[in-house]
């Protein structure tokens, strides 16, 4: 048998003017790159390329052919999927992919800032007056607290004096057991306004 014979069922491939073999089509990735600024043809590409829902695949922490990350083509699939009337309106060129996704809650919008010297002091100086004023209004919280701590304290000792007064260790035991219910319906109040 000669060398120039193939073995039956084998490929034969076409060879380039250089010799090499040449693989017919392009493959999806080339595809993709080339399609990157048609939002709807790449959301085609994603849905007809997606493996299909319940198939196990042997998966690492290594992306190959799906996407991932922030990108464009990752939005889309994650819209398709939790947010379908958003992402018509991104296929539909209404909302960039970014725009989407922070409409469905899927992400949180983001804000850049530059990186010059009065950027960064504007910025800087719009974050002292918002800690300022947030110092400020605690502080008053924790005055208002502290009248409020004090007046029952003073309640309390006129409370407890008068009960002694009157019948003794078994009134102040009576007075005392009256404040602690007072303590705890005010803690539950306060637990309910906190949810």
């Known amino acids: 048998m000669t060398s120039t014979k193939r073995k039956a069922g084998a490929k034969a491939s076409r060879k380039s003017p250089r010799g090499r073999a040449e693989k017919p ?11 990157a600024d048609d939002t709807e043809t ?25 996407p991932d990350g922030t990108s464009r083509q990752a939005s889309l699939r994650r819209l398709r999927k939790h947010a379908p009337s958003i992402h018509k309106e991104v296929v539909a060129g209404k ?10 809650g899927l992400r949180k919008r983001t804000v850049t800032i530059p990186v010059d010297v009065e950027t960064v002091e504007k910025f800087r100086a719009s974050l002292e007056s918002l800690f300022k004023g947030l110092t400020k209004a605690r502080e008053a919280e924790t005055r208002e607290r502290e009248a409020e701590t004090r007046e029952l304290a003073a309640y309390t ?3 407890l004096v008068g009960a002694y007064r009157v019948g003794g260790y078994a009134e102040v035991r009576s007075v005392l057991d009256e404040i602690n219910e007072v303590i705890n319906s005010s803690k539950q109040e306060g637990a309910a306004k906190a949810r």
């Open 25 to 35: 089509g392009s493959d999806v990735k080339t595809i993709i790159r080339l399609c």
């Open 42 to 66: 790449l959301a085609m590409i994603d849905e007809a390329t997606q493996n299909p829902v319940g198939k196990h695949h042997d998966v690492d922490n290594i992306h190959v052919t799906r």
């Open 95 to 104: 909302l960039s992919a970014n725009a989407g996704m922070v409409k469905a």
């Open 157 to 159: 000792i006129t409370a």
